[in-house]
């Protein structure tokens, strides 16, 4: 029997789409911006030469690089109350993996964009009496910002997608308005094309600003 599309009924459930696009929009760039904080700091203590410092580091990194972000996810929500004995709610486990996932990457693109300048610039700033801050703020950093943002903008935009595993945990982001619109008609495939339409809206104009913004730096300053 063929199947009869119909879009027609998910009109009366929009309410349910903006909730869900704004949900997913406020954990993007919520986790976004505690994530740029915490893998600043995880980035910059990298480049410590103290393995007391950097040990620790790396195994925070390596957690969440090397696992399933659904796994971790999952874990930190039903397992981690268990041991802790506290009950740790869905917004704020979403919150804090999301972040800690994405300060995993974001602080391997801090370090990695500082080591990749070359070594001639730090021995000329240093030549010059720059103290360590100094050839940082005035050396590095600029040159380095160039090389962190292509990066930065794609590992966000994967950021975006990341936010759909929270309806595991029952947060109310896009694909969980999906889920309970479907549960509702019983029409799975309309609704969750009518999901995915919406994730490509919502990145496609951000993939191409990525883009855009990687063939302006592919060409340099004029």
Do not use: H
């Not at 976004?32 to 203590?45: Q, S």
């Amino acid at each position: 029997m063929q199947y009869e599309w119909s879009f027609g009924f998910l009109w009366r459930y929009q309410a349910l789409f903006v909730t869900g696009i704004e949900v997913t929009l406020a954990y993007t760039f919520g986790t976004i911006l505690l994530g740029l904080v915490l893998g600043l700091l995880i980035g910059m203590a990298r480049l410590s030469r103290s393995r007391l410092v950097n040990w620790p580091l790396i195994a925070f990194i390596e957690a969440f690089r090397c696992t399933p972000l659904l796994v971790q996810i999952v874990w930190f929500y039903y397992a981690l109350p268990v041991l802790l004995g506290v009950q740790i709610p869905a917004v704020v486990a979403a919150v804090a993996v999301l972040s800690c996932y994405t300060a995993a990457f974001y602080a391997e693109i801090f370090r990695g964009g500082i080591v990749s300048i070359e070594q001639g610039q730090w021995d000329a700033a240093r030549a010059l009496g720059l103290g360590r801050w100094q050839l940082m703020r005035l050396v590095v950093l600029p040159q380095a910002i160039r090389r962190m943002v292509p990066p930065f903008m794609n590992q966000s935009i994967i950021q975006l997608k990341n936010t759909s595993l929270v309806s595991v945990i029952a947060v109310p982001d896009l694909l969980y308005q999906g889920q309970l619109i479907t549960a509702d008609t019983y029409r799975p495939l309309e609704t969750y094309t009518m999901v995915a339409v919406v994730y490509f809206i919502l990145l496609f104009p951000a993939t191409l600003l990525a883009q855009y913004y990687e063939g302006r730096l592919g060409r340099g300053p004029r």
